[in-house]
Every structure is written in structure tokens, then in C-alpha cells.
């Protein structure tokens, strides 16, 4: 292994990670508050990707405001989403199959979003061009291009934004308040009517913004959310669900994998590799690198 | 006569088809502190869950202030002024004692003054300051029944119901709680406390209600009923 690899390794783990981490920290916030595994955080990746498309290519605007028009549609998005898949079931919330049934419902609506995209916008993938060019050459051959690091510096801010919103503000207190134990929290006057729709919608508004950013890596399409939704899925799952830090770790870890798997063997069998390591480490560890029981979350 | 605080008439609820409450009615007036005791099992919790929202009662009327909340939920009840410091404490156990109390203040009328109220919570519990900075969950059973009446002191409240104040603790813990719940009497705290025996409310309570079976089977002074053998004799355990 030369040095361009191990830099290469460790630029693709940066970039990847970041926006692994923001896909899925929006799916951890989720389970921690609502113990569910929210399935339509993909279509929010999906409708971030559209946005992304709408605003830079269609009408020519700067990424900022693709980044804000995302957040915004995708919140709205993310709280409806809530509202008819979720929140008529709370009161069964502590029934043994609830977590199974908003998997089914969350994952319902997600199928209706992307065919209601297929519908609007037809199967075919579209460029979302970014108008951030150039790079850094960070190593004898080893590029970053602006635009990857404006999108990990971007997850980077927005991770640790969510971290000190939960940290210390009000209503991010009263998310954790609720994650750690419902009825206290409610005897407190938290409205967790409220709280419940606009938790998803944050989550989701921040599944969005990765979808612009996977939108200018990859494409927008009726299935742009597929792909990111099963990575969502397992760094949660490989972080301990429920465990905002350990989601970043997992983040980061897979994005390494993958990276190294890359560089290494080579793009056909870095996913298989990824996947055999997750075997492994839960296996080992099936609570996830940082799990807690379900009283310590958030 | 002025309007209870908290007036609960015909009262019925339980858990699934059980009734734990059975038709129950107690009210308390402004200043007072009204002791609820009664062996285990025989509805004080319920009452106070019930009380305060958190367990829906099946039939029966209860008013906060004259309105009615019968049915309304705890973030409702909570909303009008009433504190419940839970069986069990109600700790946010991954969350500083700090964020604990500042959870006390979260209505927004409160939210605002929450610096002062802070300062106040730690003035009356020095203990509770010295441990503000640390998780819930390393606190000892003491420290955690002070943080949760602590909490309960961070908003204006019309009254506040505390559920068994001396389980599970030490005898020197016990006498610093009711130390600081003396002190929330001489402030003229409207409190409806239950416990199961008369041990440690002999310097507090107004008045004494005895539960058993879901209803209040009698309702007296505390010298009253703590002098009458038939109740110390058949309930009540040791004086």
C-alpha cells in the first residue's frame, strides 16, 4: 500500500462518513425518541435529491439555497410522514409489535412517495450539477474536489448542530427528556403530540441535505433514496441504534471500510467486504458499538 | 368558601378491567397539605397518576381550579399549575441534575425566569448543587428524591402531589426530605402527599385521609386520627 492510497483511503473515509453520518444520525434521533425505524428516511433522501435537481439545475440558483429549500420541503415531508404513519399508532406504542408495524407503515408511504416521484418526474437519473469547481490536491494524485468538502464540512455543522440543539436548547432537551422517559417528561408539560411530528420532520429535513449532496455524487431519481436508505439502516444498526455518537463513529467506520475495501480490492468487491466485516462486528457485538438499553438513549 | 384547589368527586380508575380507584372523592384547599395514607395496593399512586393525567379515569370528576381535567392529558394538567413528583422520581436518568431541574421550568412562562428558579432550587438544596453537573443515574436514592422535589420547584404550581416521599430511603434521608417539605409548608404549598404510614408526617399534614380499597374510608386532623386506636391499631403501623 502506498502513501497516495492511505491518503486516498482517508479522504474517500472523510467524505463518505460525513454524509453516511448525516443520512442516518435523522434515523437515529428517530428510534431514540420514537422507537421506531423510520423507512421513509430514504424517499427524504429521494425528495432532498429532487430539490437538489430543482434548484441548481432546473432554475439555476446557488447550493445554498437548494441546501434550505430541501430542508424546508423535506421537514414538512418528515412531519406528515409522521402524522399519517406513525402517530395513529402511539397509542400502541408499547404493544411488542409496534416497532414492527411502523417499519411496515413508514416503509408504505415511502413506496408511495417514490412512485408519486416516478409519476412527476419519470424513471430517468438526472445530473445535479454543483457550480462549486476545482479542488485541493491533497497528495500526488490524490484530489479533493471543493465540492465533497463543502458537503462533509456541511454535515460536519450539521451533526454537531443537532448535537448541541439536543444539548442545549429547550425543545431539544424536551426530545431527550422524552427519549429517556415518556411520562416524566410529559408531567414536565412537554407536548408530546407536537414534539413527535417535528422530531421526524428534523430528522427527515436533515436526511434532505444529504440528499442534495448524494444527488451531486450520484443522481436524482425516483430511487435515489434506495441505496442511501440501506446504508442508513445498517450504521445505525452498527452504532447501536439509538446512540447519536455511536451512529457518527459507525459512519465513519463503514465509510472507512468501504474506502479501504476500494482502494485495495477494488470497487466490485468492496461491498461484499463492508457487508462481511458488519457480519463479523455484530456478530461479536450484536448491541452495535456504542448500544444501550433502551432506558439510556439519546 | 373559596374554590379547592383540587376538588376529586366519584372518582374511578385501574388498570385494564381492575379498578384500583372506586369511586373515590377528596379535595384540598389553598395552603394545605393533605396526607393520603393507606396500606399498599389501595390506590394512592393510582390516584395521584390519575390526578395529574397520566392514567385516564373510567368515571368521575376532577377539578383543578374549578376546571375540569378528568381525562385531559398530564402536559394539559401540567399546564395549569400542577407539579407530580412521581413514584420512582420521574430522573431523566442520562441527563444532569442541572438539565433535570431546567426540564422543572420547560413551559415557556417558566422557561424565561429558569435562571432564578434555578438559584432558588439550589439555595433550598444545597446537596442537589453539589451535585449538578452529574448524570441522574449516579445519584443516590437521597439525592435523587431531592432532585425530583427540587425539579417540582422550578415553576409557579397550584399544587403539587409527591408520592410516597420516604420509600426507599435511609432514615437521615427521609428526615432531610421532609425537612425541605416542611419548609415548602411554611411557604404555603398546596400538597397532596401520600405515604404509607403516619411515621413521618406528624409535623406537616393539615389533614389526614385514610384509603383503603380505592375509597377514603375516614378524613380527620392528624391529632384526631393519629389518637384514635382503631386506626393506629388496624392500619397505620408505628407512631
Given at each position: ?183 416524566a417528561?410529559?408531567l ?111 | ?27 384540598v384547599?389553598?395552603?394545605e397539605v393533605a396526607v393520603i395514607i393507606g396500606p399498599n395496593?389501595h390506590g394512592k399512586t393510582t390516584l395521584l397518576r390519575?390526578v395529574s ?29 400542577l407539579v407530580h413528583v412521581p413514584q420512582g422520581d420521574g430522573l ?5 441534575v442541572?438539565?433535570n431541574l431546567?426540564?422543572g ?16 432550587a439550589?439555595?433550598l438544596f444545597?446537596g442537589v ?7 441522574a443515574?449516579?445519584l443516590s436514592g437521597g439525592e435523587r428524591r431531592l432532585t425530583a422535589l427540587a425539579r417540582g420547584l422550578m415553576?409557579?404550581s397550584?399544587i403539587m402531589l409527591i408520592d410516597e416521599p420516604s420509600l426507599g430511603l435511609a432514615p437521615v434521608a427521609i428526615d432531610t426530605v421532609y425537612g425541605v417539605i416542611g419548609e415548602l409548608k411554611s411557604a404555603?404549598t398546596t400538597i397532596l402527599l401520600v405515604e404509607e404510614n403516619f411515621t413521618h408526617v406528624g409535623g406537616i399534614a393539615d389533614t389526614v385521609h385514610i384509603v ?10 392528624f ?13 397505620l403501623g408505628s407512631l
Open positions: 500500500m502506498s502513501a497516495t492510497d492511505i491518503v486516498g483511503i482517508a479522504v474517500t473515509t472523510f467524505i463518505l462518513g460525513s454524509i453516511y453520518g448525516l443520512v442516518a444520525i435523522g434515523m437515529t434521533l428517530i428510534y431514540g425518541t420514537l422507537r421506531i425505524l423510520d423507512m421513509s428516511q430514504g424517499s427524504m433522501v429521494m425528495a432532498g435529491s429532487f430539490v437538489g435537481w430543482g434548484v441548481l439545475v432546473i432554475a439555476g440558483w446557488n447550493p445554498i439555497v437548494a441546501i434550505l429549500l430541501a430542508f424546508a420541503a423535506t421537514f414538512v415531508l418528515g412531519t406528515f410522514t409522521q402524522l399519517v404513519s406513525v402517530q395513529p399508532l402511539m397509542k400502541r406504542r408499547n404493544a411488542i409489535d409496534f416497532e414492527m408495524i411502523t417499519f411496515i407503515t413508514t416503509f408504505a408511504v415511502a413506496i408511495v412517495f417514490t412512485n408519486v416521484a416516478l409519476e412527476i418526474f419519470g424513471p430517468q437519473q438526472r445530473n445535479v450539477t454543483f457550480v462549486i469547481a476545482g479542488g485541493i490536491n491533497v497528495y500526488h494524485g490524490v484530489n479533493l474536489p471543493y465540492q465533497s468538502l463543502a458537503m462533509a464540512v456541511v454535515s460536519i455543522v450539521l451533526m454537531a448542530g443537532l448535537g448541541v440543539f439536543l444539548a442545549r436548547t429547550r425543545w431539544g432537551m424536551a426530545i431527550r427528556a422524552v427519549a429517556q422517559d415518556l411520562d417528561a410529559r414536565m408539560g412537554v407536548p408530546v403530540g407536537k414534539l413527535y411530528p417535528l422530531t421526524m420532520g428534523l430528522a427527515s429535513a436533515l436526511a434532505g441535505i444529504a440528499g442534495v449532496f448524494l444527488g451531486g455524487l450520484f443522481f436524482a431519481s425516483p430511487q435515489a433514496g434506495d441505496q442511501p436508505l440501506l446504508i442508513a439502516l445498517i450504521v445505525v444498526i452498527f452504532g447501536g441504534l439509538g446512540s447519536l455518537p455511536g451512529t457518527v463513529y459507525a459512519a465513519y467506520a463503514i465509510g472507512f471500510i468501504q474506502a479501504t475495501a476500494e482502494v485495495l480490492v477494488g470497487t466490485t468487491w468492496a461491498l461484499p467486504i463492508l457487508y462481511g466485516v458488519i457480519l463479523l462486528v455484530l456478530i461479536i457485538r450484536p448491541q452495535g458499538l456504542m448500544g444501550k438499553p433502551s432506558e439510556a438513549r439519546l | 368558601m373559596s374554590t379547592p384547589i383540587l376538588a376529586v368527586s366519584d372518582l374511578w380508575a385501574g388498570y385494564g378491567d381492575t379498578p384500583v380507584i372506586r369511586g373515590l372523592g377528596v379535595t384547599e389553598p395552603g395496593g390519575t393525567g397520566l392514567l385516564k379515569p373510567t368515571r368521575g370528576e376532577v377539578l383543578l381550579d374549578g376546571q375540569p381535567t378528568a381525562g385531559r392529558t398530564p402536559e394539559y394538567i401540567s399546564g395549569l399549575g431523566f436518568a442520562e441527563m444532569t442541572e438539565e431546567l426540564m421550568a420547560f413551559p415557556a412562562s417558566s422557561w424565561r425566569g429558569r435562571r432564578r428558579a434555578l438559584a432558588r439550589y439555595e444545597p448543587r453539589d451535585r449538578s453537573g452529574q448524570r443515574r449516579t415553576r409557579q397550584r404555603s383503603e380499597m380505592g375509597v377514603i374510608v375516614r378524613s380527620g386532623s391529632d384526631e386520627l393519629s389518637r384514635d386506636p382503631t386506626v393506629v391499631g388496624t392500619y
